[in-house]
């Protein structure tokens, strides 16, 4: 019976070290939260539209955008579990690139698509997203919470404000 449960044990721990050797482009069916937390430094689990609350008192959180950062979506009627994704480059105050999974096509890994501020008061409130399907900028604006900062970052080089406003 012990020996049993050593074996299991041991071909649990083979497959979980399989899949962590795979390269992403490889893995089937990727989440945004798995994605984010395998290429980025922010490291916080639970549904996607949780990280925001999540990241409170553990990362410093803003609405100004930073590589390597991760912008935090909210929870919509079309996205109910929210979104995550890893700024790649900063354009400038209102573009950036960004890095994701799972946006355009079930569990489809995207590199350096584009990401814009359309919200009037220039937060990230309200973010349009390049979508695969349509070879273009999304239709609609996502509601998004802001950028939560890897920890390496400071509160003053990341234009903090950790507040809920968003």
Known sequence: MQRSAILRTITGLIALVTVAAV???????IQCVAYARQVSQVQLSG?????????????????????????AFRATHAMPMGHVAVVSKVLDDRHVLINHANWSRPGMVERDVMAVDVSTAGDWSQVRVWYAQTGSLGLRPSPAFGFIYPATETASSAGHTDDNAG
Not at 23 to 29: C, E, G, I, K, L
Not at 47 to 69: I, L, Q
Request: charged share 20%; no cysteine; aromatic share 10%.
């Open 23 to 29: 390269p992403v482009a490889a893995q089937a069916r």
């Open 47 to 71: 549904n996607a539209r949780d990280w925001w609350g999540h990241a409170e008192g553990v990362y410093s959180r803003g609405n100004t955008p930073r590589r390597g950062s991760v912008l």
